[in-house]
């Protein structure tokens, strides 16, 4: 089984930065493919951006460009969310995700395999 275990959330002011961290471990596992997303209570998890490293493909959400950037460590299997430029909109959980598929745009929480369990964002003013 594989594991995603999520830190860096918090509480900012707005215009502030954070960097959310996502650490994988478990039985190896290719994970071309990693997202972010996010949730609202009552509301639908949205992608945020994801990342297919197999493909050489990375896709943000427009809300976020220029603002957020994935990246990540494979010595450390750990992928990174860094934020800047905190809205209050940002304010939602972020999920980290990872997948196996390679070669496409993957935005639907149905693309993903293995989850997070989510981290706490709030941006205040």
């Known amino acids: 089984q594989v594991q995603l275990v999520e830190s860096g959330g918090g509480t900012v002011q707005a215009g502030a930065s954070l960097r959310l961290s996502c650490a994988a471990s478990?039985?190896?596992?290719?994970?071309?493919?990693m997202g972010w997303f996010r949730q609202a209570p009552g509301k639908e998890r949205e992608f945020v951006v994801t990342?297919?490293?197999?493909?050489?493909?990375?896709y943000y959400r427009d809300s976020v460009k220029g603002r957020f950037t994935i990246s990540r460590d494979n010595v450390k299997n750990t992928a990174y969310l860094q934020m800047n430029s905190l809205k209050l909109e940002d304010t939602d959980v972020y999920y980290c995700a990872a997948s196996s598929l390679s070669g496409g745009t993957y935005v639907s929480t149905s693309d993903y395999r293995y989850w997070g369990q989510g981290t706490q964002v709030t941006v205040s003013t």
């Open positions: 478990g039985r190896p596992f290719i994970w071309c493919t």
């Open positions: 990342e297919d490293w197999c493909g050489g493909r990375t």
